[in-house]
């Protein structure tokens, strides 16, 4: 089983729809991140969290929001979602060098 | 805004040959130093990380740091096909151990 877990790791919703992603890890890391990748423009940092209490912004987490429920799940949320939110979205953990350790992926489509 | 810079590619070798990919950076006081590769459709996975000036070795893969000029590469030698990746580099921000600043990857093509 992979360390980190997202869930879906497929979804196709629609324009104003609320849609959460979900991610766990077991790798007993305290930190971790929310990345989105788009082609030609590389990943960057939505959001990312410390521990529980501590939560930060990244560079574009206008139109997201996130919940860290225990240090093991951070979850992502677009409140009401459009279409240049489509993109593949990664969740990661880290330590204390700052290697990043990225979950599977997952594939968000806005019609 | 701090930038880290990547050819973008593609990057076609021989299999066989050393595949050298570089990466430069704006941010001085970054610390450490990371390369990823990339399949396609799949996660990043680290390969190499590199903290101090000069080369770190790893089987066929090479990380070579210069702090002086902000430049950062990676050397795979005996290049394969499964090498064929999209190879990102990232660099943490400076002063931070804890966000990274990614490249926006190069694309190696090894061709049998």
């Known amino acids: 089983d992979a360390d980190v877990t997202q869930t879906p790791r497929n979804r196709i919703t629609k324009t104003g729809k609320r849609i959460m992603l979900e991610c766990s890890q077991t790798k007993g890391h305290d930190r971790m991140y929310w990345y989105r990748q788009d082609p030609g423009l590389g990943l960057r940092l939505i959001y990312y969290s410390f521990d529980v209490k501590d939560i930060n912004k990244g560079e574009i987490s206008d139109g997201y929001s996130v919940s860290r429920q225990a240090q093991a799940k951070f979850s992502l949320s677009l409140e009401s979602a459009i279409p240049n939110q489509t993109a593949l979205y990664f969740c990661?953990?880290?330590?204390?060098?700052?290697?990043?350790?990225f979950g599977e992926g997952s594939r968000l489509t806005v019609l | 805004q701090k930038e880290v810079e990547q050819n973008s590619g593609p990057l076609s070798v021989p299999e066989g040959a050393i595949a050298s990919l570089n990466c430069t950076y704006s941010d001085r006081g970054s610390q450490s130093f990371f390369w990823y590769r990339q399949y396609s459709g799949k996660s990043p996975e680290l390969i190499m990380s590199?903290?101090?000036?000069g080369d770190k070795e790893d089987g066929r893969f090479t990380a070579q740091l210069n702090k002086a000029s902000q430049y950062v590469s990676l050397l795979i030698r005996d290049s394969q096909p499964s090498d064929s990746a999209t190879y990102l580099c990232a660099v943490t921000q400076g002063g931070s151990n804890y966000k990274l600043t990614f490249g926006k990857g190069t694309l190696l093509t090894v061709n049998p």
């Open positions: 990661a953990t880290s330590v204390d060098r700052g290697e990043l350790f």
């Open positions: 590199i903290y101090s000036n």
